[in-house]
């Protein structure tokens, strides 16, 4: 049977050398020039379903900017009094949803609630210590230890660099340039050789994989992010499988989803960087000077090169599995983490486009349709329950096809 008809048919459960550019071969691209390019797909219309959770998102922001977690399942406890508390984590993954869906910090349907939503971001790193790895003191949350003690601070790299240079001020840019740094410093300093960090929780991997994202995605977007952050985030990931080619699941609480979308994650989000930035290597190359020179970007290309061949051995290795049953349910039912496991497949498979992108898109698309609740959100019956999380990471996945793939640098 066709991998992407077995979902259809079946899903009833949605469940390092730094070479002597610091930022990569070119700086933060000329003013006007494109810094996101299209994937392989044109975006699609946005689905009703999509329009109605950005409503909801948009209704339940908070007066201080922020979201909290919002409500969860009756069988999950001790979470209540976080319900109403704005935090990072959640305020970060709602803010991408309305980004990805066509606003901007001061354009489009929800500019201002967007504006609102970096402010808070922002203003959390800014008052956040410079030594140690949170950018906020809000701690206890749903997600911090379901998927990572840090997840607040990964979400805030991911978030800022898709908004870096999109305020609408010279001095809101500043912000959000200045919170970016701060916070890539402090993943960069906590980031161990192995590419990992003291990064606590059910199913850690998943954050692990935002941290990677993050990372990838603020040097595309020009920001100061050394090779060397960059190359342990993928040796990380490559060091997640094993010898006979099978991705351990240590970290992912046994499940095997969060450990494939994980890795598949990763690999594709080094790709996109690697895209951006091999023709202009290759380029420096034929220009160096000196032995050492050209050694040192011979490497750099042979690094690019033996990546690419890990994301397609990931990518081959997510479409097999998805025609397994059991694989593409997660932990057995719905959980943010489900949600963000297939955030991370969309994003990795519209790259490249194609039938299985296709179908993968419109399983998932008819999928979170039905089990959307009436008044536009979704809701989790395991670990992450909140309606934020879940709402937000669902119009991710609705809207795979918008997100960002860097533009080629020459």
């Given at each position: 049977?066709?991998?992407?008809?077995w979902?259809?048919?079946?899903?009833v459960?949605?469940?390092?050398l730094?070479?002597?550019?610091?930022?990569?071969?070119?700086?933060?691209?000329?003013?006007?020039?494109?810094r996101?390019?299209?994937?392989?797909?044109?975006?699609?219309?946005?689905?009703?379903?999509a329009?109605?959770?950005?409503e909801w998102?948009?209704?339940?922001q908070?007066?201080?900017?922020?979201?909290?977690?919002?409500?969860?399942?009756?069988e999950?406890?001790?979470?209540?009094?976080?319900?109403?508390?704005?935090?990072?984590?959640?305020?970060?993954?709602?803010?991408?949803?309305?980004?990805?869906?066509g606003?901007?910090?001061?354009?489009?349907?929800y500019?201002?609630?967007?504006?609102r939503?970096?402010?808070?971001?922002?203003?959390?790193?800014?008052?956040?210590?410079?030594?140690?790895?949170?950018?906020?003191?809000?701690?206890?949350?749903?997600?911090?230890?379901?998927i990572?003690?840090?997840?607040d601070?990964f979400?805030?790299?991911l978030?800022l660099?898709?908004?870096?240079?999109?305020m609408g001020?010279?001095?809101?840019?500043?912000?959000v340039?200045?919170?970016?740094?701060?916070?890539i410093?402090?993943?960069?300093?906590?980031?161990?050789?192995?590419?990992?960090?003291?990064?606590?929780?059910?199913?850690p991997?998943?954050s692990q994989?935002?941290a990677?994202?993050?990372?990838?995605?603020?040097?595309?977007?020009?920001?100061?992010?050394?090779?060397?952050a960059l190359?342990?985030?993928?040796?990380?990931?490559?060091?997640?499988?094993?010898d006979?080619?099978?991705?351990?699941?240590?970290?992912?609480?046994?499940?095997?989803?969060?450990?494939?979308?994980?890795?598949?994650?990763?690999?594709q989000?080094?790709?996109?960087?690697?895209?951006?930035e091999?023709?202009?290597?290759?380029?420096k190359?034929?220009?160096?000077?000196?032995?050492?020179e050209?050694?040192?970007?011979?490497?750099k290309?042979?690094?690019?090169?033996?990546q690419?061949e890990?994301?397609?051995?990931?990518?081959?290795?997510l479409?097999?599995?998805?025609?397994?049953?059991?694989?593409?349910?997660?932990?057995?039912?719905?959980?943010?983490?489900?949600?963000?496991?297939?955030?991370?497949?969309?994003?990795?498979?519209?790259?490249?486009?194609?039938?299985?992108w296709?179908?993968?898109?419109?399983?998932?698309?008819?999928?979170?349709?039905?089990?959307?609740?009436?008044?536009g959100?979704?809701?989790?019956?395991?670990?992450?329950?909140?309606?934020?999380?879940?709402?937000?990471?669902?119009?991710?996945?609705?809207?795979a096809d918008?997100?960002?793939?860097?533009?080629?640098?020459s």
């Open positions: 049977m066709n991998k992407m008809r979902i259809a048919a079946s899903f459960v949605v469940a390092g730094t070479l002597v550019f610091p930022a990569g071969p070119s700086q933060a691209r000329q003013q006007g020039e494109p996101w390019a299209t994937a392989a797909v044109a975006p699609k219309p946005l689905p009703n379903s329009i109605k959770g950005l998102l948009a209704a339940h908070l007066d201080s900017g922020g979201w909290g977690q919002g409500e969860e399942s009756q999950m406890g001790g979470g209540a009094q976080l319900a109403a508390t704005a935090n990072v984590a959640d305020t970060c993954i709602a803010s991408l949803a309305l980004l990805r869906a606003s901007t910090p001061h354009s489009g349907t500019a201002k609630n967007l504006e939503g970096v402010e808070f971001v922002v203003s959390q790193v800014e008052k956040a210590d410079d030594d140690s790895l949170y950018v906020t003191e809000v701690r206890g949350t749903r997600v911090q230890s379901k990572g003690t840090y997840v601070t979400l805030a790299s978030l660099s898709e908004v870096k240079g999109q001020s010279q001095g809101a840019n500043q912000r340039d200045r919170a970016l740094n701060k916070v410093t402090k993943i960069e300093n906590h980031q161990s050789e192995s590419g990992g960090f003291d990064n606590q929780g059910w199913a991997v998943l994989s935002i990677a994202k993050g990372l990838n995605r603020a040097r595309q977007a020009g920001a100061d992010v050394s090779d060397q190359d342990r985030a993928q040796g990380y990931a490559e060091g997640q499988v094993d006979k080619g099978k991705i351990r699941t240590d970290g992912a609480a046994g499940v095997d989803l969060y450990a494939t979308s994980s890795n598949v994650a990763t690999m989000e080094t790709a996109n960087t690697n895209a951006t091999k023709v202009a290597y290759e380029q190359l034929k220009s160096a000077k000196s032995e050492d050209r050694q040192l970007l011979r490497d290309l042979g690094r690019i090169k033996a690419e890990a994301n397609k051995d990931s990518k081959k290795r479409v097999d599995r998805i025609s397994e049953p059991g694989f593409i349910e997660g932990f057995g039912s719905n959980g943010g983490e489900e949600f963000l496991s297939y955030m991370n497949i969309s994003e990795a498979l519209v790259v490249e486009g194609g039938q299985e296709i179908d993968w898109d419109k399983a998932m698309t008819a999928n979170l349709s039905r089990i959307q609740n009436d008044d959100s979704w809701s989790g019956h395991h670990c992450i329950t909140g309606k934020t999380f879940c709402t937000s990471a669902a119009v991710l996945v609705l809207t918008r997100a960002p793939v860097p533009a080629s640098k």
